[in-house]
């Protein structure tokens, strides 16, 4: 572990740096001696499906076991990954006001559901490593004054100025809480009073933090998600958002899974702009596996609402495959809503609000963060995929070709791509998941019955139905390209505006991406040659332009040399 004293020493003072560094090698050292097995590298079959561990229900049954028999039935066939989201016992924010990190929410099931999860897929933890929940025993022993946990949590005098905090919501970086002492003493929390940022600048929040990250993986976590992780440095006076000290935590995280359980992939959630999120594979130094797509959903979604793809075209043009073991993890939709700040500097500030205000009116809910100077700006827009990219009054069928396009061009750049379970599902706006919980972000988080949810998935021509069918057939349709592979580049093509164009070559092979993001029939010239048609079987003779229908798209891999002389 040679690196792990040359990170700590950067973090704390040199008199904790040798007893901390010991104690870390101890407990990294019971993980590797698992010997634990990972799939040594991505390739085009990993999809990774995102949902919840109590996405389907059945009367007087775990949560987990329905959803395996779910997953059993419906899923595994085209998902290789499964993103459980947090299933940990919670007090808010549907899991992410986390009570125990090591215990499975009981409603949900227990640990050895979750093992046998593991025999069906590859399975994708989170680790909501930024805050907790402020029922957890944690902080209820920091209020009582218990001395190993009174420098757990960020206690700050309420007249200091954290005005250049960066604020993901309109809500106070600090809460006042009551000790047991009668004292009241006032709590950072980045993102509710019921969420208490932990203090990574004491060492021994690193080391339990750390120890819970080697429990998940001995616990089956071969993908491992750093929730929020940019807020976990705090200095007052700066953004306290992606500072150099939050950089090595990721860092060090990073070496010690290569060390514990090689294969392993460390993922940042950091709902930034580009070049910040890009920030965390690591400046020359090894920091995450991947980094979340954070543009390409509001990217799409402004091509189609539009029919225009010059801000996606001019943005995939200049994204930048990184080297080495490190890609993006790309997707639409997710339990949060659709971010805007990452699309800040790249599609201007105007077009977003306009995009927001049209949504809005077209049924869409918006939340707000709180900047610096005490004014508002739409941070996300709350509302299904599916409901995003269409208007209420539009057929089912115009609405599942937007749909389907925008996923076409979410399988077709690199990186391992995720889909939404409300997504694969064809689910749209709940409007009473909303009613009930008064959250916006209930309208993207409905959980169903396992019975109604297949009768509904079996019922010819229904929306849910067309829309299972087509995603899983384009999923599949990528996974047995292998020029779909993470790594392999992709040069963007001219063409006009309403097309999106990509093209990705391995040795003599190459396929031709082409997205038609608008509605009206448009036109694509072709150089000369023979091409399969992946999606549709079909054989297309290019030396003229091709027809695309609205919102069609063709993937065009061209044939080998061999085919063409038979």
Not at 38 to 48: C, G, S
Not at 525 to 532: E, F
Request: with cysteine; aromatic share 10%; hydrophobic share 40%.
């Amino acid at each position: 572990m040679t690196n792990l004293r040359k990170r700590l020493s950067r973090l704390y003072s040199e008199e904790v740096v040798d007893s901390l560094a010991a104690r870390i090698e101890a407990r990294v050292q019971q993980t590797q001696q698992r010997k634990l097995t990972r799939k040594d590298k991505w390739d085009e079959k990993d999809i990774v499906l995102i949902t919840y561990g109590d996405q389907f229900k059945e009367e007087s049954k775990k949560t987990l076991t329905t959803f395996k028999k779910m997953y059993d039935s419906y899923l595994k066939s085209t998902f290789e990954v499964v993103h459980f989201l947090p299933f940990y016992p919670y007090s808010s924010d549907d899991g992410f006001s986390v009570i125990d990190y090591k215990a499975v929410n009981p409603e949900l099931g227990d640990w050895a559901d979750i093992k046998e999860m593991e025999r069906s897929a590859r399975l994708m933890f989170d680790f909501v490593c930024n805050h907790m929940s402020a029922k957890s025993d944690w902080f209820k022993r920091y209020l009582a004054g218990d001395e190993e946990f009174q420098n757990f949590f960020v206690e700050m005098d309420p007249e200091t100025d954290l005005s250049s905090v960066t604020r993901p919501r309109a809500t106070p970086v600090l809460t006042p809480f009551q000790f047991e002492s009668g004292k009241v003493g006032h709590i950072w929390t980045t993102f509710s009073e019921d969420q208490i940022d932990l203090n990574f600048a004491c060492p021994e929040v690193l080391y339990k933090m750390i120890d819970v990250l080697m429990f998940y993986l001995e616990e089956g976590a071969e993908y491992v998600r750093l929730d929020a992780v940019g807020f976990m440095w705090k200095v007052p006076g700066t953004s306290s958002i992606h500072l150099e000290e939050t950089h090595e935590i990721v860092k060090l995280f990073r070496d010690l899974v290569d060390i514990a359980a090689p294969g392993t992939i460390i993922i940042t959630e950091t709902n930034v702009p580009h070049v910040d999120n890009i920030s965390y594979f690591g400046n020359g130094e090894k920091e995450a596996h991947m980094v979340y797509q954070f543009p390409l959903p509001p990217l799409v979604l402004h091509a189609i609402h539009h029919g225009n793809a010059a801000f996606l075209r001019n943005w995939a043009k200049h994204l930048e495959l990184p080297a080495g073991k490190r890609t993006f993890f790309n997707f639409l939709a997710s339990h949060d809503g659709i971010g805007l700040n990452p699309v800040r500097g790249i599609i201007p500030e105007a077009e977003i609000l306009a995009l927001v205000d049209d949504l809005e009116k077209e049924g869409a809910l918006v939340s707000y963060k709180q900047n610096p100077d005490g004014s508002k700006s739409p941070y996300e827009i709350n509302v299904t995929y599916m409901d995003a990219l269409s208007k209420q009054a539009d057929t089912d069928d115009l609405r599942l070709a937007r749909f389907l396009v925008a996923h076409a061009v979410l399988m077709s750049i690199p990186g391992v791509p995720a889909v939404y379970v409300q997504s694969i599902l064809g689910s749209r706006n709940d409007y009473l998941g909303v009613e009930a919980t008064s959250h916006n972000r209930s309208i993207n988080r409905k959980k169903y019955d396992l019975a109604e949810i297949t009768a509904e998935l079996e019922q010819a021509g229904s929306l849910r139905k067309e829309t299972y069918d087509a995603l899983t057939k384009l999923i599949s349709t990528r996974k047995t390209e292998s020029l779909f592979h993470p790594e392999i580049p992709m040069e963007v093509l001219e063409s006009t505006a309403e097309l999106f164009v990509v093209k990705r070559v391995s040795g003599a092979e190459s396929i031709i991406l082409i997205h038609n993001l608008s509605e009206k029939e448009v036109s694509y010239s072709l150089d000369s040659g023979v091409y399969t048609n992946l999606y549709t079987g079909s054989t297309v003779t290019g030396s003229d332009s091709i027809k695309l229908s609205g919102y069609e798209f063709c993937w065009l891999k061209t044939k080998n040399y061999r085919e063409e002389q038979k």
